[in-house]
């Protein structure tokens, strides 16, 4: 997953018009979206895709920038690429006889937003376990493989599908954030908060409750004359 980072200088009326938001924008590019959030004297702004799009992410953000009228006015003091390692697969290995990975080697990221130094941390704190076992008990460092199988994996798996709706079925998410797109996003919010699982939003919006509301015709109300 290709993403581009741009650190923007901008004139002190510019910063204040965009202090106290955080912007996701879906649609920017296909697969992927773009960002934009104030930090201390300056902004960040940057655009990911899912897929090989590391051509098309430059001309993207500079169009991107200017949509938010950023083109004119802006000084881009630094950017950087950064390739982000996302490979949720049930036939990942993560540890053998060896020795065991940690970190982005996993290729656990989350699928839909990029992020990764939540689950870097969570794997590192596992293999902490896991090799503590090993050198004190002799259990087999194959166990580390079994506990990301557990305790990460599942969620990397769940969001992956959720990465895929969204962003290789543009018509139906599109039509599923039309219907109840802050109900969802307040979850989305809830997960990164640690107060709900990508399990349960899975759970929530793929359930036949959820498709049923989505795939109801809304009939317009007429006035008796």
Request: net charge positive; charged share 25%.
């Amino acid at each position: 997953m290709p993403a581009l980072e741009a650190e923007l200088t901008v004139p002190p009326a510019t910063h204040s018009r965009f202090a106290g938001s955080i912007h996701f924008d879906f649609g920017v590019i296909p697969g992927g979206y773009a960002w934009l959030f104030p930090k201390k004297n300056h902004l960040s702004a940057g655009i990911l895709a899912r897929g090989r799009q590391a051509k098309k992410l430059q001309p993207n953000l500079l169009h991107y920038l200017e949509n938010n009228g950023l083109s004119r006015e802006t000084d881009i003091r630094s950017i950087r690429l950064h390739p982000i390692p996302c490979r949720p697969h049930r036939r990942n290995r993560y540890a053998d006889s060896r020795g065991l990975i940690v970190g982005d080697g996993t290729g656990l990221v989350d699928p839909v937003t990029g992020e990764g130094i939540y689950y870097a941390l969570k794997s590192a704190h596992i293999a902490a376990l896991a090799l503590k076992r090993h050198l004190k008990h002799g259990r087999p460092l194959a166990l580390y493989d079994r506990m990301l199988k557990r305790e990460i994996e599942p969620e990397v798996l769940r969001a992956d599908v959720l990465a895929r709706i969204l962003y290789g079925c543009p018509t139906i998410s599109n039509h599923m954030l039309r219907r109840y797109g802050d109900k969802i996003g307040a979850k989305h919010v809830a997960v990164y908060l640690g107060d709900l699982t990508y399990q349960e939003l899975y759970a929530y919006v793929l359930s036949l409750k959820g498709f049923a509301y989505l795939l109801r015709p809304r009939h317009k109300t007429r006035r008796r004359a």
